[in-house]
């Protein structure tokens, strides 16, 4: 099983060929070709190249399903006696990619 360690938005993420993974929102077309640069860790098999901190000419290419929402969290804040309240709420964009295939140089 060919892998790759990804990093986009400061958080990493395990790309596997085939795969499907949610990344933080980036303005992208559904069906538009994205390339990951920032790869961290290639595994192919019993073969492991591992970046300091990035391998040279190694790319994730991916293709964007689709521009997703993540689940909603409620915010409430609350003081006692003196009668404050405030509720509020958010929902995180996400975008979903497939990653179709990982290039090494």
Do not use: C
């Amino acid at each position: 099983m060919k892998y790759a360690i990804i990093e986009d938005g400061g958080k990493q993420y395990k790309a596997v060929e085939g795969g499907l993974i949610e990344v933080d929102h980036f303005s992208s077309e559904v069906g538009e070709q994205v390339d990951l640069e920032r790869v961290l860790l290639v595994a192919d098999g019993k073969k492991v190249s591992i970046g300091t901190p990035l391998i040279d000419g190694a790319k994730v290419l991916a293709t964007v399903v689709s521009q997703v929402k993540g689940p909603k969290v409620k915010v409430f804040k609350y003081k006692p006696k003196i009668n404050y309240r405030r509720r509020s709420g958010h929902r995180q964009q996400y975008t979903r990619l497939k990653i179709d295939s990982i290039v090494m140089k």
